[in-house]
C-alpha cells in the first residue's frame, strides 16, 4: 500500500493490485481464454495467481498462461497478449485495468494506456480472428468435415487435401493424361507459390504428431453421413454440398445434424477426373472411408504460409429412424443425375461377385438407424436406381 499514493504506470498494474481495490474477486472458474475454437478455463486466487484447471498448473500472470495455453494450440505463438486475451467472468481483463486507471489516476498521462503489465512483455495486439472472441462469444471454427466421402481417389490416399483442387485442361479443353499424383509432406511446401500446382496433394498431420490436441469435437449424425455416402455413390464425376449443425461454446463441441448435397453438375466425367476419380480402388471393401480434415491457419508471423491439413477425429451419432428430409433428398438425387452420361450403371458389377448396388448397400449398412421400418423405403429407392442407369 505504501505506493498508493505515487502514479502507477500501466505496467505497474496486476492482478494483485485489481484484487486489493476490489476490482476483482478471487474464484474459481471465472479467467477464460478462446484461441482457435479451443477454450481454457482457469481459477483466480486470492494471491493473483491464476490456476488452469485442466492441469492443475499455476501462472504468476495472464500473459504467461495465454502464451502457455496458446503455444499448445499453436506452437509457433511467441505471446499471449494475455490482458486482451484473458477474460474475467466475460469481459476482457485489460477493461478492468482502464478502470482502475481512471478511478485512481484520472490525470494519468494518455502515453501509459500502451504500455504491458508489470513482468510481461511489450506485445503486439492480437488480430481479431486470433483473439477468439468478440463480443464475449466464441468463433465458430471452418467446416471440418468435408462433403465428399471415400470416393475420393487419389485423394483418399493422403486422406485430405489442403487446398483445393483446380481442374487441368489442354489448350483445347481436353483433360491432360493423367498421372499418379504422390502426396507430398506438408514441410516440402514452403511459402505460397503462384508456379505451384493447385492439384498439389499434401498429406494430413495428425494432432499428436506435432506435440498438439484437437482444438475443438466434432460429432456427425449417421443420417447425414448415409445421406452424403449415397449422393457419391451415384456418378462417376465430383460432388459437392453443404452441412449444417450446432456450435456450443461451453463444451467447444460441432455437431454436424443436416446434409444439403447440391444438385448441380460440376464436369462431366472426364472433365471430373483432373480433380478426383470416384470409387477409388484403393480402398478393396464397400463401406465409404470417410476422412474429416481441418485446415490449421497459417502462424501470424508468417502469413504466407500454406495452412497444415490436420486429421479430425469424430464422434459418431446413430440415429434412431430416417427423417423425411433424408428421404426426400435421396429421392431427388436419384431424379437429378436420371439418364446422365455419368451415372453409375448400378446393375454392372463393381467386384467378382457384387454390383455396384450391392457396393451402395453395403457401404449404407453400416449408416443406416436401427429402426427397420424404412427399410422398404430405401428398397423402393434402390429400384428407381435400377431404372434410372
Same mark, same amino acid.
Given at each position: ?83 486482451? !486475451?484473458? #477474460? ?10 482502464? %478502470?482502475?486507471?481512471? $478511478?485512481? =489516476? *484520472? ?86 507459390? !503462384?508456379? #505451384? ?10 494432432? %499428436?504428431?506435432?506435440? $498438439?490436441? =484437437? *482444438? ?174
Amino acid at each position: 500500500g505504501g505506493f498508493r499514493g505515487a502514479v502507477l504506470t500501466r505496467r505497474g498494474i496486476t492482478l494483485r493490485v485489481l484484487l486489493r481495490d476490489g476490482l476483482l474477486e478471487p474464484a474459481r472458474g471465472v479467467l477464460s481464454i478462446y484461441y482457435l475454437g479451443k477454450k481454457f478455463v482457469g481459477d483466480l486466487g486470492a494471491d493473483g495467481t491464476i490456476t488452469w484447471q485442466e492441469t492443475g498448473q499455476v501462472f504468476n500472470s495472464p500473459s504467461a498462461w495465454a502464451t502457455h495455453c496458446k503455444r499448445l494450440v499453436n506452437p509457433a505463438k511467441k505471446s499471449g497478449c494475455g490482458w486482451a !486475451s484473458v #477474460r474475467y467472468k466475460g469481459q476482457k481483463l485489460d477493461q478492468y485495468k482502464a %478502470a482502475w486507471l481512471r $478511478k485512481h =489516476q *484520472p490525470n494519468a498521462p494518455p502515453a501509459e494506456e500502451s504500455l504491458a503489465s508489470e513482468g510481461e512483455e511489450e506485445e503486439m495486439p492480437e488480430e481479431e480472428e486470433e483473439e477468439a472472441t468478440r463480443e464475449g462469444r466464441a468463433p465458430v471454427p471452418e467446416l471440418v468435415a468435408a462433403k465428399k466421402p471415400e470416393e475420393r481417389s487419389k485423394k483418399q490416399q493422403c486422406k485430405s487435401l489442403a487446398e483445393p483442387a483446380g481442374m487441368d485442361h489442354g489448350p483445347l479443353g481436353k483433360r491432360l493424361e493423367s498421372k499418379p499424383r504422390v502426396p507430398v509432406r506438408y514441410c516440402t511446401l514452403g511459402t505460397r507459390d !503462384s508456379a #505451384r500446382n493447385p492439384q498439389t496433394l499434401v498429406e494430413v498431420t495428425s494432432f %499428436a504428431t506435432i506435440n $498438439k490436441f =484437437q *482444438p475443438f469435437n466434432v460429432a456427425i449424425s449417421s443420417n447425414v453421413l448415409l445421406l452424403l455416402d449415397f449422393h457419391s455413390h451415384l456418378t462417376r464425376s465430383e460432388v459437392v454440398g453443404y452441412l449444417g449443425g450446432r456450435w456450443d461454446t461451453n463444451t467447444q463441441l460441432l455437431t454436424v445434424l443436416r446434409a444439403f448435397p447440391c444438385r448441380t453438375r460440376l464436369g462431366d466425367a472426364e472433365a471430373a477426373g483432373a480433380v478426383e476419380e470416384p470409387y477409388y480402388h484403393g480402398n478393396p471393401g464397400v463401406e465409404s472411408k470417410i476422412a474429416p480434415f481441418w485446415v490449421m491457419p497459417p502462424p501470424e508471423q508468417r502469413p504466407n504460409d500454406y495452412g497444415i491439413p490436420m486429421d479430425v477425429e469424430v464422434a459418431y451419432i446413430q440415429d434412431g429412424f430416417l427423417t423425411n428430409d433424408v428421404l426426400q433428398e435421396m429421392t431427388l438425387l436419384v431424379e437429378f443425375y436420371k439418364g446422365a452420361p455419368d451415372l453409375v450403371k448400378f446393375q454392372e458389377l463393381w467386384s467378382q461377385d457384387q454390383t455396384y448396388l450391392d457396393k451402395l448397400k453395403g457401404s449404407l449398412a453400416s449408416r443406416t438407424p436401427k429402426d427397420q421400418s424404412f427399410t422398404h423405403i430405401l428398397e423402393q429407392i434402390y429400384s428407381l436406381l435400377k431404372l434410372s442407369s
